[in-house]
């Protein structure tokens, strides 16, 4: 830890940096975390969430997850919600990877059907998935496909064959947030995107075969409603968002919400921060265009799907419905969506803000399917490719305490550059491959970047939330096959 | 003389960089090469395809924002990764971008790719003058 800022231990696991820490803060902000998560986290962390409790229109706390780290604007791992009313929306608390997410599919495939044929399994995924710097989706579509898919996300593609009726039911909002409005997005952001619909892209995003072993089943009963039913199961887990058009949508807005700060007499902390009244004409425009950006990432990652069905049925010569290749759900954590909280014994509609945070909807809230309303979200958890992921569930404290929202992923500790002085993408590659992890990747240096040592230990950030019951822990995902751009 | 560093402890996940010129235009082609090492080896890539692109704006800070988000955008779109950078900055009431930017289609199979830029951010970013150097200071979204 490297803050001169006053943290009070509020209990285990609960930190908090009080309002008169920084001038204008408006509430405290909470950070949930281990002793040594918190020790771990960097400056940035504790200035920027202080920054966000100065935003306008702030209820309760400015919270940061345990896998916080430095990022912009926000910590990666922040969340805020704001007053629909009062308060502000800002594209830097929701990050330029508009809807970045998870998608986790099961197979009823065991490892042992798997492992022989995994090189051929990973080849013709990496073949179907272009990833990397310069790649290109096979689907082509006209701007008003996609101004389409914008509106109608996942929809779009289960009519047009990429799905299955069921997949709709198993993706956050149905895979379409109602509210886009493509008349709110530039030519610049289309035509950036248009022919990346099914990529992966590159950094930390990846497509990753996974294996359920028995002593990594926490909740055997939730992890059935799941489709997580035994021992040495293959799932597989994307990570990506919506590429290049989100990103436009990110940078167009950010410029247009620096010159109107001024309208509004508005100032921040960080220019990133820049924001503008959500009831604004200036707020309301991006929200449009974001939501268009959120429904193609539901888009991209359905594509993803349909192609990871193909070359699963193409590699076991078999049906993807006879091989059981069904999604679990797919969650957003990269987004700000309006909801409603109790507050003060009040019920409000906020906008919340989630910046490397996963929504943890407990059981029973509206907003969840059929299949998982009684049991809570399915909640999917991105560690580093060496060290595993997590499937968990929302919880009612979630609701009560932390705006519906846990963590992400594990966060990083070192950086990009720093990785790749400690590791060579080569040697990682041979010693994963060693460990039982087949990793094929467009770029080597993008692969050091990645490597386990330079993440938190993910099951340190996972406990953390389960301790606190923000999010539970049902099942523990061994990686054994990874591709990455 | 035209130069670039990466800076290691800043931003952990994404990519912090201070670039500098003698002039103007050599802080803005330091800053574009900056970005380019960031996804591709340059030493792979020819400057095959010329592009232009003119951008104006108030102020040079704005400016400078305009001009990495631009060759961002242009990554994607023309699918293209650049190496050099022939640039003109003129200033009467605002700031004026006349350059002509050279690269190569994108093949995965030849050039050594490395990590996507997604897009220039706001955050910590700066460009001064100190001791007759103009010195930025930007942080790309990996």
Redo the contacts between chains.
């Keep these: 830890m490297n803050s001169d800022m006053k943290i009070n231990k509020i209990s285990d696991w609960v930190w908090e940096i009080p309002k008169t820490e920084k001038e204008g803060m408006l509430v405290p902000a909470r950070i949930f975390a281990s002793d040594t998560l918190l020790e771990s986290m960097d400056k940035g962390v504790f200035e920027q969430i202080t920054n966000v409790a100065c935003l306008p229109g702030i209820q309760k706390y400015a919270l940061c997850m345990p896998d916080g780290h430095w990022g912009y604007g926000f910590p990666i791992g922040g969340v805020a919600a704001f007053d629909t009313e009062e308060g502000i929306i800002s594209p830097g608390g929701i990050g330029f990877d508009i809807n970045c997410g998870m998608r986790l599919i099961t197979t009823d495939l065991k490892v042992d059907e798997v492992r022989p044929r995994l090189q051929s399994l990973i080849n013709e995924l990496y073949r179907a998935v272009p990833a990397g710097v310069g790649a290109k989706g096979d689907i082509k579509v006209s701007v008003s496909q996609l101004k389409d898919i914008m509106k109608r996300g996942a929809e779009w593609c289960i009519e047009n064959g990429y799905g299955w009726p069921q997949d709709r039911e198993r993706i956050e909002e149905g895979g379409h947030i109602p509210g886009a409005d493509s008349s709110k997005v530039s030519e610049k952001a289309i035509s950036r995107g248009i022919n990346q619909l099914g990529t992966l892209g590159s950094g930390n995003h990846y497509l990753e075969i996974q294996l359920v072993t028995i002593e990594n089943i926490f909740d055997e009963k939730i992890a059935k409603v799941m489709g997580i039913r035994e021992k040495d199961q293959i799932v597989i887990m994307v990570h990506c968002g919506s590429r290049g058009f989100g990103h436009q949508v990110a940078t167009d807005y950010l410029r247009v919400f620096d010159k109107a700060m001024k309208k509004y007499g508005m100032t921040v902390r960080d220019r990133e921060l820049a924001c503008a009244p959500f009831k604004s004409p200036e707020g309301s425009d991006y929200y449009k265009a974001m939501l268009c950006a959120a429904n193609s990432a539901f888009a991209n990652r359905q594509i993803i799907t349909h192609r990871i069905r193909e070359s699963f049925s193409k590699v076991f010569n078999t049906d993807a419905r006879k091989l059981g290749i069904e999604i679990v759900y797919d969650v957003a954590h990269n987004i700000a969506r309006v909801e409603r909280y109790k507050i003060d014994g009040r019920e409000k509609e906020v906008l919340v803000h989630r910046k490397g945070s996963t929504r943890s909807f407990g059981p029973g809230r509206r907003e969840l399917p059929e299949i998982y309303r009684d049991v809570g979200q399915p909640v999917i958890v991105g560690g580093s490719m060496q060290t595993g992921s997590y499937l968990l569930v929302g919880t009612q404290k979630a609701m009560e305490e932390t705006f519906g929202s846990t963590m992400h992923g594990a966060g990083r500790t070192m950086s990009r550059s720093a990785a790749k002085k400690k590791v060579r993408g080569d040697q990682l590659m041979k010693t994963m491959a060693k460990d039982g992890i087949l990793v094929k990747a467009v770029s080597m240096s993008g692969l050091a970047e990645e490597a386990g040592i330079a993440y938190k230990d993910i099951s340190e950030v996972v406990e953390t939330m389960d301790v606190l019951g923000i999010s539970k822990k049902v099942v523990k995902l061994k990686p054994i096959g990874n591709i990455k751009g | 003389m035209e130069e670039f560093i990466?800076l290691?402890?800043?931003?952990?996940?994404?990519?912090a960089i201070e670039s500098r010129g003698d002039t103007l235009e050599e802080l803005f082609s330091a800053s574009a090469r900056a970005t380019f090492d960031v996804?591709?080896d340059a030493g792979d890539v020819q400057p095959e395809v010329k592009k232009t692109l003119r951008l104006e704006n108030s102020e040079i800070d704005g400016l400078l924002?305009?001009w990495l988000?631009e060759i961002?955008?242009l990554?994607?779109?023309e699918?293209m990764?650049f190496c050099k950078f022939d640039i003109k900055i003129k200033k009467d009431v605002n700031y004026h971008l006349d350059a002509e930017i050279f690269g190569e289609e994108?093949?995965?199979s030849r050039?050594?790719?490395?990590?996507?830029v997604?897009?220039?951010?706001?955050?910590?970013?700066e460009v001064y003058e100190k001791d007759g150097k103009w010195i930025s200071r930007f942080?790309l979204?990996?």
């Design positions: 990466f290691d402890d800043i931003a952990t996940a994404d990519v996804m591709v924002f305009d988000a961002i955008y990554k994607d779109l699918d990764v994108i093949d995965q050039h050594e790719l490395r990590c996507d997604k897009a220039i951010t706001f955050h910590l970013f942080i979204d990996i």
